[in-house]
């Protein structure tokens, strides 16, 4: 079955960039979509079709994607940044859907 | 304003069986894809099913397959997961999702 691969962590320092990055072998010809869950709550979109940025997501926050890998870069980072990040895309099919396995990222 | 509301959820016996539902609002429910994501205490996020508009096409993650149903209702705005031999893996918070948005979950506990 189809799998996205992330990173179980990253950690920054305020101001610093964060990178997150989510591989899969149909990324070349499929968006990746970005969530951001924190502690309790449901998910929130932040990135959809690579790299837009929905209505309400800073402009600090960014995708991009190039070749098998899609990255999720948060330019100086903030506390409340601090989330669970998880890509999601489908497979060539179309038809099945995948979550990477997340990806903590800590500032401090 | 859109609203996706779960319900259903509760403890069931392993092999047991249970029908969770999602009511939603705010928008045209009969125009668009839907989706069932779990996620089981402390863990990621993992895709279960999807439903297209009008019910006719729908497709499983492979560890439901066979064992879980998805459905709708356009009439009444609601979505359905019928969830068969139910196991302790499929433990979990159930979300109704219709991207970008998403429900509170319902919480589903497969235990003797």
């Known amino acids: 079955s189809y799998e996205l691969t992330q990173p179980p962590s990253v950690s920054v320092s305020p101001g610093q960039t964060a990178r997150i990055t989510c591989s899969g072998d149909?990324?070349?010809?499929?968006?990746a979509y970005w969530y951001q869950q924190k502690s309790g709550q449901a998910p929130v979109l932040v990135i959809y079709?690579?790299?837009k940025r929905p209505s309400g997501i800073p402009e600090r926050i960014s995708g991009s994607s190039s070749g098998t890998m899609a990255t999720l870069t948060i330019s100086g980072a903030q506390v409340e940044d601090e989330a669970d990040y998880y890509c999601?895309?489908?497979?060539?099919?179309?038809?099945?859907?995948?979550f990477g396995g997340g990806t903590k990222l800590t500032v401090l | 304003e859109v609203q996706l509301v779960e319900s259903g959820g509760g403890l069931v016996q392993p092999g047991g069986s249970l029908r969770v539902s999602c009511v939603v609002s705010?928008?045209?429910?009969?125009?668009?894809?839907m989706h069932w994501v779990r996620q089981a205490p402390g863990k990621g996020l993992v895709w279960v099913s999807r439903?297209?508009?009008?019910?006719?096409?729908?497709n499983y993650a492979d560890s439901v397959k066979g064992r879980f149903t998805i459905s709708r209702d356009n009439a009444k705005n609601t979505l359905f997961l019928q969830m068969n031999s139910l196991r302790a893996e499929d433990t979990a918070v159930y979300y109704c999702?219709?991207?970008?948005?998403w429900g509170q979950g319902t919480l589903v506990t497969v235990s003797s």
């Open positions: 999702v219709r991207p970008p948005f």
């Open positions: 705010g928008f045209t429910f009969s125009n668009y894809w």
């Open positions: 439903i297209d508009a009008d019910g006719s096409t729908t």
């Open positions: 149909a990324l070349p010809k499929k968006h």
């Open positions: 079709e690579d790299s």
């Open positions: 999601y895309s489908t497979d060539t099919s179309g038809n099945n859907w995948v």
